[in-house]
């Protein structure tokens, strides 16, 4: 009996001493010693960008402030088809968690059963029930009912934390499809907006070109009576005439564009066309969005997407330390309770019919360690994937906010030449027809004048919506400030 225990002990020793040859986790860089490479300030752009932006922590209604694009983005985060397919595939990945996080524990389940069998005559069983008594002078039952009730179980003891590990990973990657649908949200409210804003800048284009007409058609009148006075040429009046169908022709092409724009907006709200609210007069004179920049180190802890890129990383790292758990034995416990008799009617004598039994083993990989080998590599290979992938998603972050902060800074300044432009070429529409009725100017000057007018007028209008657009991708680059599901 001694030398039976010793030889247990010695085969736990051997599968232990097998396991310790488990390959070595190599130190691998962490989320935190990237994030410490970030550069401590935005070269190179406004002064403010060095403040911290709290406000651009807050909600997104703390950004966007006019009620009609209010109401549209609410829409969109209701409507919008992309977002609801994301919600499912984050209830996938909770449950998903749930159903890793149960594989440590024990699994209990109840049996009940019935059968029938009949052994022949002459075989083995057939002569031990022939010569078997259940009872005295009780024969052997012939055919023999089998009847059962009883509960099992079967348990993987965790001694080295594999399952608990894997439950660990599945539930940052559940965390970490929160955090995607959180990116999604961001880039959702931040392409209605961009949207938005483009449609109501197109209907001030079309408002432009409209006033542009009224103003080529009434100089167009005059050519007319100069030229039965005299005083004009017929290339005058067609050169007229030309300049106002071309500028009709813009103006069915932008309002295609605004059908198109309308559509695109739809579909972000998942809806079908309907009328959609705006303010085209405010265009001009709108507040843009304050932007703040928050520290770059902040954005490891604003941007959606850096968070699960993180969240990414810590699941691989736990992906590590289960592959190299599977190296070592492992622990196994079986069980089961219960009755079992030939008769319905003795299956509750106790403890006669009484059933119970558990067994327990280790095992140990031996011939499969090649596999297993190859698992642990490709989970450490699937680490420095998901390290090289936070490295960067963290430099898109900076980058994308160093280039949007510039580009507020430039179309700024832009802006304001081009209103000293628009508002001098403006002042020279009334000139140039003033020289042309007092014949004191060429008809050419009224065509070029109106034409450099509607065009600084139009690129005004656009340096508007680009600055428009520069806040949104701002609000976009540092996290949205959208709180938490």
Request: with cysteine.
């Amino acid at each position: 009996m001694a030398m039976t225990q010793g030889k247990r002990i010695v085969a736990l020793g051997l599968l232990v001493g097998i396991g310790a040859c488990a390959p070595a986790i190599r130190p691998t860089t962490t989320a935190a010693e990237v994030a410490r490479r970030l550069p401590g300030d935005y070269h190179d752009t406004l002064a403010v960008a060095t403040s911290l932006g709290d406000s651009l922590d807050r909600r997104w209604r703390a950004f966007f402030t006019e009620p009609e694009l209010t109401q549209l983005i609410e829409s969109a985060l209701t409507g919008n088809q992309e977002l609801a397919v994301l919600l499912q595939e984050i209830e996938i990945a909770r449950n998903e968690a749930r159903a890793v996080s149960g594989e440590y524990l024990p699994s209990v389940g109840v049996t009940a059963g019935a059968g029938v069998e009949k052994a022949a005559r002459y075989t083995r069983d057939g002569a031990v029930e022939h010569a078997l008594e259940i009872k005295p002078e009780r024969e052997f039952p012939e055919p023999l009912s089998d009847f059962g009730v009883g509960a099992t179980m079967s348990w993987e003891v965790d001694i080295w934390g594999r399952l608990r590990t894997q439950t660990k990973a599945a539930v940052l990657r559940y965390l970490a499809t929160a955090e995607g649908r959180q990116f999604m949200v961001t880039h959702l409210v931040a392409e209605v907006a961009r949207t938005y804003y483009e449609l109501v800048a197109l209907d001030r284009s079309l408002a432009l070109v409209e006033e542009t007409i009224g103003i080529q058609e009434r100089a167009l009148e005059v050519v007319r009576l100069q030229r039965t006075a005299g005083r004009a040429t017929e290339l005058a009046v067609r050169r007229f005439e030309a300049e106002v169908q071309k500028n009709r022709t813009e103006l069915t092409m932008t309002r295609q564009d605004i059908v198109t724009t309308e559509n695109r907006l739809h579909h972000l709200l998942g809806r079908y066309p309907a009328p959609i609210a705006r303010t085209a007069q405010r265009f001009d004179e709108a507040a843009l969005p304050m932007v703040r920049a928050m520290a770059p180190a902040q954005l490891v802890q604003n941007r959606p997407d850096v968070r699960r890129a993180e969240l990414e990383l810590a699941a691989a790292d736990l992906d590590i330390r289960a592959a190299r758990a599977r190296f070592y034995p492992g622990l196994g416990v079986a069980g089961i309770f219960g009755v079992r008799s030939f008769e319905l009617g003795t299956l509750a004598s106790t403890p006669a019919s009484l059933l119970y039994g558990l067994t327990a083993d280790v095992a140990m990989p031996l011939f499969n360690r090649r596999a297993l080998s190859a698992g642990f590599a490709s989970a450490t290979a699937r680490q420095q994937q998901a390290l090289v992938a936070y490295e960067r998603t963290l430099l898109t972050a900076y980058l994308e906010v160093q280039t949007q902060l510039a580009r507020i800074r430039n179309l700024d300044s832009s802006y304001v030449a081009k209103s000293r432009q628009v508002e001098a070429m403006t002042q020279s529409i009334a000139l140039a027809d003033q020289l042309f009725r007092s014949a004191r100017g060429d008809y050419l000057e009224v065509l070029l004048t109106q034409r450099e007018a509607m065009e600084s007028r139009m690129e005004l209008v656009t340096l508007r919506q680009q600055q428009l657009d520069a806040r949104v991708s701002a609000f976009q680059a540092l996290g949205g400030g959208i709180g938490s599901p």
